[in-house]
C-alpha cells in the first residue's frame, strides 16, 4: 500500500488530473443514485403523479371554481354565448372540465357593456394540476401539449366586462332548466393568445478538480391560438367594445338558485352576488323618514329590498331608489351613483333625498333676479339711511337724487331686499335628488350621479350653504 501511495505521488501532475477525471466519470456512471437525483415516480399515464392524478379528480377540483376562462371554449360555444347575452340571462351546466349552454332554459335579463382600465395579465402554467386549475375548459386537450412542450401561458388583455342586468329568475322554477347548474354573471372581454414552450432548460456536465462544462437551451415560444387585437382594446368606448377586443376571456358564473317551498326563486339575492362579482359596493341605506316607504330597485324596476336594508351595489348599475305612493305622498325616485370613490368590497352608509321644488329654475331666480336686486336693495338702503342720518331736506327733487325723499328710497329698498329675500329662501329649500355616501365615522360626500335635475350640460351651478360658496362644473 505504501509503494502504491509513493508511486501515485511520484506521478506528473498532469496525469494526476487526468485520472482523476476518468475516476469521476466511472463514479457518477456506475454510482449515480449518489451524485445525481432520480426522477419521482410516473403513474401509468407517465404523468408526475399528484394526491389525485386522475383527470376525473383534478375535474371535481376546478368545479369549486366560479369564474373559469373560456380561451379553450369551442369557437361555436363562445358564439352561441354571444348571441345570447343581447336578449336573455344565459344558464350553463358547468362541472370543471366541461360546460355547456341550456338553450332551453330562458331566463330574462340581458347584459350590459361596463368599460373598465385596460388591464393585460400572463397566466403560467408548467404542470398538469396548473392545467386542470386554470384553465379546466381546456385542460383534456392541452395535456399532450404541455409535456411537449414544458409551458403552457395565457396572456390577456381585457377591455371591459358584459355584467348581468335586469335578472328575474321566475322561470327557474321549470323543468327547462333542471339540468342548469349556474347562471353567467358577467363576461370578461378582450384579446387573448395562448403560448407554448419558452421555458428555459439548462443542462450540465461534470469536470475535472472543479473545471466543467454547461450548457444552456431556451425553446422558441409559439402561438397555438389568439384571438382580438391587444392594440385596439384601447378603442373601447363607455358604449360599446371595440370589435376588434370583444373576444370572451374569463366568465363569472352564480349557482342557480332553485324555487322554495312555494315555488318562487329569490331573484334579489342572485341579483345581489351578480353585483358583489362586478366589483361592487356594499351599501347601507338609512331608514326613511316618518310616514314614507322607500324601496331599491334595479334597472328593470324590480324591487330588491325595502329601506333600511343592506345591499351590494355594482358600478353603473342603473339601480335606483324609489319613494312609493302611500296617502298624499307622491312617488319619486333617486338614481344611485354611478361610480363610487371607494376600491370594490367597500362597505359604506347612503343617504338620500328626492327632488325638491325647482333646482333649475331657483338658480336661474337666484343668480339672474335675486342677486341683483339685493345690489339694488342695498344702494337705496344706503341713500335712505344716509338722507335719514343726515337729515337733509329733499323737499327739491335737485337736493335728494334718486326718488327724492329717505322714505321713498328705504320704500324702495324694502321692495328689492323682499325680492332677493324671496328667491334667496327658494334657492336654498330647492334641490336635486341625490345620494350621499360615507364610510363609517367619515364626512359625507356626494355620490356622482352625473348632471342632476333638469340642468343643462354646460351650466354651473353654484350654491350657497353655512360652508361657503361652492359650485359644480358639468
Known amino acids: 500500500m505504501g509503494d502504491l501511495s509513493l508511486a501515485w505521488r511520484e506521478r506528473p501532475i498532469w496525469k494526476q488530473a487526468v485520472a482523476s477525471g ?32 386522475t383527470p376525473l379528480g383534478r375535474c371535481k377540483i376546478a368545479a369549486s371554481s366560479s369564474n373559469p376562462l373560456v380561451t379553450e371554449w369551442p369557437a361555436s360555444e363562445k358564439a352561441h354565448l354571444e348571441s345570447l347575452m ?15 349552454i341550456i338553450d332551453a332554459c330562458r331566463l330574462p335579463g340581458h347584459y350590459a357593456w361596463r368599460r373598465t382600465t385596460l388591464a393585460t395579465d400572463t397566466i403560467e402554467i408548467t404542470n398538469a394540476d396548473d392545467l386542470y386549475a ?17 409551458r403552457l401561458a395565457v396572456r390577456t388583455t381585457v377591455a371591459g366586462q358584459l355584467q348581468l342586468e335586469g335578472l328575474q329568475a321566475e322561470q327557474a322554477a321549470s323543468d327547462a332548466c333542471a339540468d342548469a347548474t349556474h347562471v353567467v354573471s358577467a363576461v370578461s372581454v378582450g384579446a387573448f393568445k395562448l403560448l407554448s414552450g419558452g421555458a428555459a ?21 409559439s402561438i397555438m391560438r389568439e384571438s382580438g387585437v391587444q392594440g385596439a382594446c384601447s378603442a373601447a368606448t363607455a358604449e360599446t367594445p371595440d370589435p376588434q377586443c370583444g373576444a370572451p376571456i374569463q366568465l363569472f358564473l352564480e349557482p342557480l338558485r332553485r324555487a322554495d317551498a312555494g315555488g318562487k326563486v329569490d ?47 355594482g358600478q353603473s348599475s342603473g339601480y335606483y331608489l ?59 338702503l344706503g341713500f335712505g339711511l344716509e338722507q335719514t342720518i343726515s337729515g337733509r331736506d329733499c323737499s327739491d327733487f335737485g337736493d335728494c337724487p334718486l326718488f327724492g325723499s329717505a322714505g321713498g328710497n328705504l320704500g324702495i329698498s324694502l321692495f328689492y331686499l323682499s325680492m332677493a329675500g324671496a328667491s334667496t329662501y327658494w334657492y336654498l329649500w330647492s334641490h336635486e335628488a341625490e345620494v350621499t355616501v360615507k364610510r363609517p365615522g367619515e364626512e359625507a360626500r356626494r355620490g356622482a350621479t352625473g348632471v342632476a335635475g333638469n340642468a343643462p350640460r354646460g351650466f354651473t351651478s353654484l350654491r350657497l350653504s353655512t360652508n361657503g360658496l361652492s359650485g359644480t362644473f358639468w
Open 22 to 53: 476518468l475516476l469521476l466519470v466511472i463514479g457518477t456512471t456506475g454510482c449515480g443514485g449518489l451524485l445525481g437525483s432520480s426522477p419521482p415516480p410516473k403513474n401509468p399515464s407517465g404523468n408526475l403523479a399528484p394526491a389525485d392524478p
Open 134 to 150: 386554470k384553465l379546466p375548459l381546456g385542460a383534456v386537450s392541452l395535456e399532450g401539449e404541455l409535456e411537449r412542450s414544458g
Open 86 to 100: 343581447g336578449s336573455r340571462t344565459v344558464a350553463v351546466q358547468f362541472s370543471g372540465c366541461e360546460m355547456r
Open 201 to 221: 432548460r439548462a443542462q450540465g456536465g461534470a469536470g475535472a478538480l472543479g473545471l466543467g462544462a454547461g450548457i444552456s437551451t431556451q425553446q422558441t415560444e
Open 322 to 380: 324609489q319613494r312609493e305612493r302611500m296617502g298624499n305622498v307622491d312617488v319619486a325616485t333617486v338614481p344611485m351613483p354611478a361610480a363610487f370613490a371607494y376600491p370594490p368590497g367597500s362597505s359604506i352608509e347612503a343617504s338620500y333625498r328626492p327632488e325638491r321644488g325647482s333646482p333649475f329654475w331657483a338658480n336661474l331666480t337666484f343668480y339672474f333676479v335675486g342677486l341683483p336686486t339685493a345690489a339694488l336693495g342695498a344702494v337705496f
Open 267 to 313: 331573484a334579489s339575492a342572485l341579483q345581489e352576488q351578480v353585483a358583489k362579482q362586478a366589483g361592487g359596493i356594499q351599501v347601507t341605506f338609512a331608514p326613511p323618514e316618518e310616514g314614507e316607504r322607500w324601496t331599491l330597485r334595479d334597472a328593470g324596476g324590480t324591487e330588491l329590498c325595502q329601506l333600511p336594508c343592506q345591499r351590494w351595489v
